[in-house]
């Protein structure tokens, strides 16, 4: 069996966004969403940051370029980006992938609570 990087903690998040949209379902804004997520991360113990500014790095550069948001950081290793769409877009992976590397984060997590099903993606820059 394989061991992916931060797994306990990328186990966790998801195991709380499944117990969020189990409890809400579908249908809510992105807002109601993050908020439930941040009562679930608490109670699992988790140390997080939310509607956190970032820097956003260029290249190699040691001063930013710009802040942009993100929606969870989750001890430190793990960013989390959520949507509540119909349907994810292949747009909605590369602004994930774009955002590790911009910021310098191995691990993220795209989270969709917009569909029938949790729908959930790991991903690692």
């Known amino acids: 069996m394989e061991v992916y990087k931060h797994s ?3 186990g966790k998040i998801i195991g709380c966004a499944m117990q969020v949209h189990s409890f809400l379902g579908s249908g809510f804004q992105e ?3 993050h908020r439930a997520l941040a009562l679930e991360f608490t109670k699992a113990g988790l140390q997080f940051k939310w509607e956190l500014e970032m820097p956003i790095y260029y290249k ?5 370029i710009g802040i942009r948001r993100v929606d969870f950081l989750v001890e430190n ?3 989390v980006e959520l949507k509540a769409k ?3 877009e292949d747009i909605h992976y590369a602004q994930i992938l774009n955002y590790l590397k911009v910021y310098k984060v191995e691990v993220g ?4 609570f917009g569909e029938k099903s949790l729908n959930f993606k790991r991903l690692i820059l």
């Open 60 to 64: 190699d550069y040691t001063e930013p």
């Open 8 to 10: 306990d903690i990328t």
């Open 77 to 79: 290793v793990v960013l």
């Open 109 to 112: 997590l795209l989270i969709n």
């Open 31 to 33: 807002i109601i969403y």
């Open 86 to 88: 119909a349907l994810l």
